[in-house]
């Protein structure tokens, strides 16, 4: 990438077509966190669809607190959200987000993007989008939700090291070529606005529909580790809550509400 390139925040201001998603964009060129800054923001009072975007991160964060290696070119990215939820449904803004970030893949650039519970977006089987949502509440009260959506967009895998090297893969090593950020940003903010709407009109249905034509892991042979165990089974179908739903080798079904999925191998019987 020419490095002096950098996001054209008049060009998605002009091309966006959302209502209220995105109509504030406060651009950075560096910053630890989008998500810690959007955080701020909210705390200041700034409104819902407010979002934060920056060419790299110095400590961009995954899940458990977890390193999200930023590099510039990638497009780093986070959203303020006050929905009227459950905390318990929370799950159900990530996975829409993925649904958002997977079409807008394969719109604009026709790459068969696939979504991995709960929050992985997979080119090939390498991830290529991870999302982080944190919320924040004060006396039981949910007071708003930060959704962080990290895409390797335009650099070279090679910045990457060694072992992410073998599992991640950047937008520009699919293509072989740069993509247009502007315009993925655009029609992913699009679709963002679409599918939580539809979620605060209790479309749930349709957007798990969605999610589950998206994913790659349905029928694949998985294993879960989270904080307290570790098993495998085979991943069969979220329910209508957006946990996944695992059967294990003696036919029990395991609901997973958090944790990692590695997917193994598509079985032949998936029923
Ligand atoms: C995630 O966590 O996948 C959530 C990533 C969210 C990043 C966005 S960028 C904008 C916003 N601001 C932030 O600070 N964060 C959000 P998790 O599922 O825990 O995956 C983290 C793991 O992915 C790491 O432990 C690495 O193994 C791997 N990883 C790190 N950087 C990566 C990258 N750029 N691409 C692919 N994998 C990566």
């Known amino acids: 990438m020419n490095l002096k390139q950098k996001l054209n925040i008049e060009k998605i201001r002009r091309n966006l077509k959302t209502r209220w998603l995105g109509k504030k964009i406060h651009y950075l060129s560096e910053t630890d966190s989008t998500n810690n800054v959007a955080r701020e923001l909210a705390e200041q009072g700034f409104k819902e669809g407010t979002i934060v975007v920056s060419e790299t991160q110095t400590r ?9 290696i930023s590099p510039k070119g990638g497009i780093w990215l986070s959203i303020i959200l006050k929905p009227k939820i459950k905390p318990s449904e929370l799950i159900k803004i ?3 987000t ?5 079409k807008a893949i394969r719109e604009e650039l026709n790459i068969n993007a696939e979504i991995k519970w709960p929050n992985d977006v997979l080119v090939n089987d390498r991830k290529v989008c991870g999302i982080l949502t944190e919320t924040f509440s004060q006396g039981g009260k949910l007071q708003y939700v930060i959704v962080g959506i990290g895409i390797n967009a335009n ?3 090679s910045v990457f090291p060694e072992e992410l090297r073998r599992t991640a893969t950047s937008l520009k090593k699919v293509l072989g070529r740069e993509i247009n950020r502007e315009r993925l940003i655009c029609s992913l903010l699009r679709k963002m606005e679409f599918y939580y709407e539809a979620l605060l009109k209790g479309r749930t249905k349709a957007i798990l529909n969605e999610w589950r034509k998206l994913s790659s892991m349905l029928g ?3 294993e879960v580790s989270s904080f307290k165990e570790r098993f495998e089974g085979t991943a069969v179908d979220i329910d209508d809550e957006g946990w996944l739903i695992v059967k294990l080798d003696d036919g029990t079904l395991k609901k997973i509400v958090s944790g990692d999925v590695t997917v ?3 079985t032949q019987n998936t029923t």
Do not use: E, M, S, Y
């Not at 961009?60 to 999200?68: D, M, N, S, Y």
């Not at 993925?98 to 997977?102: E, L, P």
């Open 60 to 68: 961009g964060k995954g899940r458990l607190g977890r390193k999200w």
């Open 94 to 96: 990530t996975l829409l």
């Open 98 to 102: 993925a649904v958002a970030v997977a």
């Open 155 to 157: 650099f070279d895998i």
């Open 220 to 222: 694949c042979k998985v």
């Open 264 to 266: 193994r191998r598509k």
